[in-house]
């Protein structure tokens, strides 16, 4: 057994803690979940759980992991072997990896370090309270003040330093990341295609693509270890360029540690997860992390958003870019001439240099001019023609729940969205009613167990811009979805009646889904927000299978039914 220890003055740099209390000794295992990934490495027989990895991996010994992590030991108790891989999860354990054991709410990582061991990790990165734990294994232990804090770095060492062989751009931001994150996949494929070599790749909310393999996501932005181990296998693919979407918890959790994106993306920022932060300006600094030069080379900013003027005018620490959707004089790229239909938008793009590049945003709404515009600008400043990328982006087929149209031969609109919080619900109603001739029936709910200020807001927004409002659950967690309905209805009881649609209330998903498709005539719109592309509901713990495409396409093909049955 080989215990090491930091040395005191080569620490590293500070980062947010998330350590518990020390728990007491012990061995626990933890049971691999249906909904883990399950990958198989090439040529081995064994199906792992886990994110993807690279099949071949250049070992790393120990003794050059101990010191980059600045850890002193005897030359007689220096650890000897070699890493080929690391991970945070104790069941996604490979032979011949390090085993990041970090303090957690409930247990600490350490308490699954004999798991680790006996699937065949070679060290144990921990902390102090940890490391007793980890040394009964009998594996070498590299212990650090915060162990989270240094296992990006860790993996990119580990993995090759596989995002330098690959162009990087991370996109944060409250609203619009993956609409973004997909336009800016089509235009480079569309430049890829074009040059002739090189796949794509996409990291965000609602899967990872790695070329034409897609992988459902776990989390907007993967923990440091599965991403690092996501850009070797996408390096080993031949890939060449990856957009991805980077959260506000990615950013102060460290899960892009060890990553210098080519390229940083500012969209915009209106309040959300304020379980998480302290406020709007906590919510603000988290972001801002990515226009830092430890985390970006360059960046690209929506100059239409008080927040990215904030970045523009000094408090990026990387040269930005700027876009302007509205067509502010002061923008590097802004666009003009937009004219918004109902499946999407078209515009002139009007460069710096006098370029002046015919574009669509394949999605409607303003809102989606914005995100179209924010990835052309972020092309060009990475050397592709604006043309080639406006014109791959204006061929992107559409994006999971996202302003996403079901069509069942009804003669109305159908949509399902994502939008999740009050600016985002009043942009797609204010959206749709531009290019709605009828009336807008929309469902809402509220999710369980986070951001309850919004709720009221919500209903508002709701009772405020639709025709009929119709209100329901979310995803209700651990709480009482009528609870959380009364608070949603007291914020449309708080809009005068005069200026409200009708308000319905109605406790089951389906039923609401059903109930604003039954209210929905020629040239009317029936939208559903708020859990997109999600295919699952959290009531009370346990997740049960529901798509409001699906529910929402059988509702469409049941009204249908009955109103022929009655005819």
């Not at 997909?182 to 909310?205: P, S, V």
């Amino acid at each position: 057994m080989t215990t090491i220890t930091p040395d005191p003055g080569n620490r590293g740099p500070a980062r947010p803690s998330l350590r518990g209390e020390a728990g007491a000794p012990g061995t626990l295992t933890a049971v691999p979940q249906a909904d883990q990934f399950q990958t198989t490495q090439k040529d081995a027989p064994e199906t792992y759980p886990g994110a993807p990895r690279p099949t071949q991996v250049q070992p790393v010994s120990l003794a050059e992991l101990a010191g980059q992590l600045g850890v002193v030991a005897a030359e007689a108790d220096a650890p000897r072997g070699a890493a080929t891989g690391i991970t945070h999860d104790s069941r996604a354990v490979r032979p011949g990896d390090v085993y990041a054991a970090l303090p957690g709410a409930r247990f600490h990582g350490a308490d699954f370090a004999a798991q680790a061991a006996g699937l065949g990790a070679v060290a144990v990165l921990t902390d102090p309270t940890g490391a007793e734990r980890a040394a009964a294994t009998g594996l070498p232990v590299l212990t650090v003040d915060n162990p989270r804090a240094r296992m990006g770095a860790l993996a990119a060492t580990i993995y090759g330093e596989p995002g330098r062989d690959l162009l990087q751009i991370g996109i944060t931001g409250t609203s619009g990341k993956t609409t973004t994150a997909y336009l800016m996949e089509g235009g480079l494929k569309a430049a890829a295609a074009r040059g002739g070599g090189g796949l794509t790749g996409l990291i965000g909310t609602v899967e990872t693509r790695i070329g034409d393999e897609r992988i459902k996501s776990e989390r907007t932005t993967p923990e440091a270890t599965d991403l690092q181990a996501l850009f070797a296998v996408m390096r080993e693919r031949g890939v060449r360029s990856v957009a991805m979407e980077v959260s506000s918890h990615a950013l102060v959790l460290g899960r892009v540690d060890g990553c210098v994106f080519d390229i940083a993306v500012f969209n915009n920022l209106s309040p959300e997860h304020m379980e998480f932060h302290s406020g709007m300006e906590d919510y603000f600094q988290a972001k801002a992390q990515l226009f830092t030069t430890a985390r970006s080379r360059v960046g690209v900013v929506n100059l239409d958003d008080e927040y990215g003027q904030r970045l523009a005018r000094g408090e990026s620490e990387v040269p930005v870019t700027t876009f302007s959707a509205e067509g502010h004089p002061d923008a590097d790229w802004r666009a003009d001439a937009v004219e918004v239909g109902p499946h999407g938008s078209t515009f002139t793009v009007l460069g710096p240099d006098g370029q002046r590049v015919r574009a669509a945003a394949p999605l409607p709404g303003p809102f989606n001019v914005a995100n179209a515009l924010a990835a052309i600008t972020t092309l060009a400043v990475a050397g592709i023609d604006p043309q080639t990328a406006a014109d791959g982006i204006a061929a992107v087929p559409g994006v999971p729940g996202r302003l996403d149209r079901v069509d069942a031969g009804q003669p109305y609109l159908a949509v399902v969205d994502y939008a999740h919080k009050t600016d985002a619900v009043e942009s797609v109603l204010r959206a749709l009613r531009k290019v709605t001739k009828g009336r807008i029936h929309a469902v809402l709910g509220c999710g369980g167990d986070r951001d309850p200020h919004k709720r009221a807001p919500m209903g508002a927004a709701l009772a405020r811009l639709a025709d009929t409002a119709v209100l329901t659950s979310d995803n209700p967690r651990s709480e009482d979805p009528l609870a959380i309905l009364a608070t949603m209805l007291a914020g449309a009881a708080e809009v005068p009646a005069h200026e409200r649609g009708t308000v319905l209330l109605a406790e089951e998903r389906a039923d609401a889904i059903a109930a604003a498709v039954a209210r929905a005539e020629p040239d009317d719109t029936v939208l559903i927000l708020g859990k997109g592309h999600e295919q699952g509901q959290d009531i009370a713990g346990v997740v049960r299978p529901f798509d409001d495409r699906q529910v929402l396409r059988e509702a469409i093909e049941a009204a249908h039914q009955h109103r022929t049955n009655q005819g």
